[in-house]
């Protein structure tokens, strides 16, 4: 049971690393995010990497992600793969000849966030989307799981990318990476992670190389990304064209829609992730039968309450009101271990006001509500 150091209530969804409530992070959002900054520093420094996206005077701007840190000299940026080497930006991971990362093949259907509208789970836009009317039982999907993040989530769930991105190992050129996509079974791509967000040259040119060879071979290939959004805005149109064209989701996962909870959580703003969002929105309507993107939150106990998801929802419709929007069971973990899994009422009470703005909602992880 954790205890908020502001207005010193106990509750079991109270993170006792955090140690402040979801009521003092609203009402005195000053004081809770310096108390949160200290802590991620404690935590950030185990693994080397600085507490927040840089903002150096005397800095180099790099604009890999839409932190947009700012390097000094000797500085690695927030993501880890990038650093002042005597007043050059030097790009460490994430370029199209080192993406650091891992791959598999993972047989369809995946427990994917989109599976509930996605081709090869469904059969959806068979047969120029599709290989069957049903689930492409036959078919795999390349897995790519980047090794590094643009936000820094207290209670991410694959928390143990980080290492990659400390050791910079496990790399491979978008060239050799678009080849483990010539496998006949192999139906799609999915890039996720860690994030995506922060090895954006990379994952395009192998896109481009994959989508390529498909073509030549009159396959279905299709390419799809689940992100947190926090991408460069320079990214959006390229991502866009891909997924449009092959049949791809762009499957953007808001944490929050509070700015200072969004820092106080995931390390950083969430307003790029939320421009880009509607960025994308304008490739929306391009295609219908299968949608282009869609959007999930995560219910994280005492933190994202149904006002949070009530304004994501709503924002969304701003967009388009049938953009799919998944709600999350969440279960304790990392920094936030301690809290309980998403209570059965919370996960109901959040679809109910969703969907007073959208035309499709769905709890996703059921297995996990208490």
Known sequence: ??????????????SSFLSICLNCIRKRPEEALEIAQKRRASARLKFG?????LRNPNGIKCNGCANSCSIGIGEIGFCGLVKNIEGRLIRLGGSPDRGILEWYYDPLPTNCVASWFC???????????????????????????YG??????????????RKLTVGLKSFISAKD???????????????????PSTQMPHCLETSKIALEKAKESNRILRLCWETNGNISEDFIPMMGEYALESGGNI??????????????LCGTSNRSSLNNLKLLGKFYEKRLEVPLISVSTLLVPGYIDVEEVRNIAEFISSINRSIPYTLLGFYGCFLMEDLPRTSRSLALKCKEVALKYLDNVSIGNIWLLS
């Open 1 to 14: 049971m954790g205890k908020c150091s502001l207005c010193h209530i106990s509750h079991p969804t109270i």
């Open 49 to 53: 990497l600085p507490p927040s996206p």
């Open 119 to 145: 081709p090869g789970c469904t059969g959806r836009g068979y047969p120029k989307y599709s290989y069957s009317q049903g689930p492409e039982i036959f078919h795999e999907n390349l897995a790519v799981f």
């Open 148 to 161: 590094s993040c643009s936000y820094d989530c207290l209670y991410c769930q694959n928390w143990h990318f």
């Open 177 to 195: 990476l678009a080849a483990k996509a010539e496998k006949k079974s192999v139906s799609c791509i999915c890039y996720f992670g860690g994030d």
């Open 251 to 264: 499957k953007f996962d808001i944490k929050s829609w509070d700015e200072n909870l969004n820092i106080i």
